[in-house]
């Protein structure tokens, strides 16, 4: 059971997320979501690619935990995959808080390769509809986040 005090918790009532000690396991994908709020909208290539990692991670866990489904998982990511939750300004900065709070508790201390396997997935996101240099790059708020989640992750760091 999470407490209900929880700073983690807490932020994710305030976005409407349904967090419960299953769901609480889909958390580390949270920066994702952040990247892909970036520019004020979620492609729909971006959300092809969150719900894959998704689906890749439920694979792994459900063997030893079958209460983590993809149908869990889906139904707690649906709220922030919704068009009017990425421009609003609030819930961005909701959601920024919230990702703060799951890198120092729960990504952070975990392994080095876990970190740089998010980031990874992070920066896959962010250059979702670059097709070539010459095309575009990365908006200037996907840079940004990019670069103190790297800094977050302590990803400049040898590995331990």
Request: proline share 4%; with cysteine; net charge negative.
């Amino acid at each position: 059971m999470i407490p209900e005090d929880d700073p983690i918790a807490l932020l994710c009532r305030e976005l409407g997320l349904d967090l419960d000690c299953y769901s609480f396991q889909f958390l580390w994908l949270m920066p994702i979501i952040e990247v892909m709020w970036a520019d004020g909208r979620c492609q729909k290539e971006e959300v092809e690619t969150l719900l894959h990692y998704v689906d890749r991670f439920v694979a792994l866990v459900n063997p030893d935990v079958p209460e983590i489904t993809t149908e869990r998982a889906r139904r707690f990511f649906l709220p922030l995959l919704e068009y009017s939750a990425a421009v609003d300004r609030s819930q961005r900065k909701r959601l920024a808080r919230l990702v703060d709070q799951i890198i120092h508790d729960v990504v952070e201390p975990a392994r080095h390769d876990k970190r740089l396997y998010l980031f990874q997935i992070c920066r896959e996101v962010a250059h979702i509809g670059v097709k070539s240099a010459a095309d575009r790059l990365i908006s200037a708020e996907e840079e940004r986040l990019l670069m103190e989640l790297f800094k977050a992750l302590r990803l400049g760091e040898k590995a331990r």
